[in-house]
């Protein structure tokens, strides 16, 4: 990383070092998660006080030839509050929460960058649970995870509208006359005409498929939501 060249990006985690500095998780746009610590950030004089934001877009930055790269420079766009945490900004947690457990270390993925960026801005406006479920699904996809929406698990024979099924976790859809899900329910997800597929079938399948990723890593955020919302 050339230490004069700035780069977009994001803050996913971040975490106290010493009594001033701050050590930071971000997904940059030209070289994938990375992180950083930046010296001073918490001393009200510092020149880092008060940018290292979640949710809003950051330009940064870096020199250093370590894994740990040191921050240099940050910018960011101060009308864009993210104070006033709500159901969308903990949910926002848990994407940030995915990403930082997900992402490989120094592995470009700009396709997914875009995507969450632009997942940050449909959260504003459209359906909160239905922009969630559709960024999962696309995640899954370009990391590698993504779920076989064309053919039943058990004979390989093409994914029928008319019929029912069941999904199965690691492995994807059975076809079963007691199934949640219709062929057409299926395609739907595929095509993410989301509106069209049960929530609960929805969560469930996206839920199973992220856990199998996580490879019983437990999720921090979604227990704090759990807790808030008892």
């Given at each position: 990383?050339n230490?004069?060249?700035?780069?977009?990006c994001?803050l996913?985690?971040?975490r106290?070092?010493?009594?001033?500095?701050v050590?930071?998780?971000?997904?940059?746009?030209?070289?994938?998660?990375i992180?950083?610590?930046?010296r001073?950030a918490?001393?009200?004089?510092?020149?880092?006080f008060?940018?290292?934001?979640?949710?809003c877009?950051l330009?940064?930055?870096?020199?250093?030839?370590?894994?740990?790269?040191?921050?240099t420079?940050?910018?960011?766009?101060?009308?864009?509050?993210?104070?006033n945490?709500s159901k969308?900004?903990?949910?926002?947690?848990y994407i940030?929460e995915?990403?930082s457990?997900?992402?490989?270390?120094?592995?470009?993925?700009?396709?997914?960058f875009?995507l969450?960026?632009?997942f940050?801005?449909?959260v504003?406006?459209?359906?909160?649970e239905?922009?969630?479920?559709?960024?999962?699904?696309?995640?899954?996809?370009?990391?590698?995870?993504?779920?076989d929406?064309?053919s039943?698990i058990?004979?390989?024979?093409?994914?029928r509208?008319?019929?029912?099924?069941?999904?199965?976790s690691?492995?994807g859809?059975?076809?079963?006359?007691?199934?949640e899900?219709s062929?057409?329910e299926?395609?739907?997800?595929r095509?993410r005409?989301?509106?069209?597929?049960?929530?609960?079938?929805?969560?469930r399948i996206?839920?199973e498929?992220i856990?199998?990723?996580?490879?019983?890593?437990e999720?921090?955020s979604?227990?704090?939501f759990?807790r808030?919302?008892?």
């Open positions: 990383m230490p004069n060249d700035w780069d977009e994001f996913l985690h971040q106290s070092y010493g009594e001033t500095s050590i930071a998780d971000v997904f940059t746009k030209s070289f994938g998660k992180s950083i610590i930046a001073g918490k001393k009200p004089k510092s020149k880092f008060g940018y290292l934001s979640p949710f877009k330009k940064i930055t870096c020199s250093g030839r370590s894994e740990l790269k040191t921050l420079n940050i910018d960011r766009d101060f009308s864009l509050s993210t104070d945490f969308t900004s903990y949910s926002l947690l940030n995915l990403l457990k997900l992402l490989p270390k120094n592995a470009i993925h700009e396709e997914l875009d969450y960026e632009q940050l801005e449909k504003k406006h459209d359906d909160l239905l922009s969630l479920r559709s960024f999962e699904l696309d995640m899954l996809e370009m990391l590698g995870y993504g779920i929406f064309e039943d058990d004979n390989d024979d093409p994914i509208k008319e019929s029912q099924y069941r999904f199965i690691e492995r859809f059975r076809k079963s006359d007691q199934g899900l062929g057409k299926i395609f739907d997800i095509d005409n989301l509106d069209q597929v049960p929530r609960g079938s929805l969560k996206t839920k498929a856990l199998l990723c996580l490879d019983g890593r999720l921090a979604r227990d704090i759990r808030l919302t008892q």
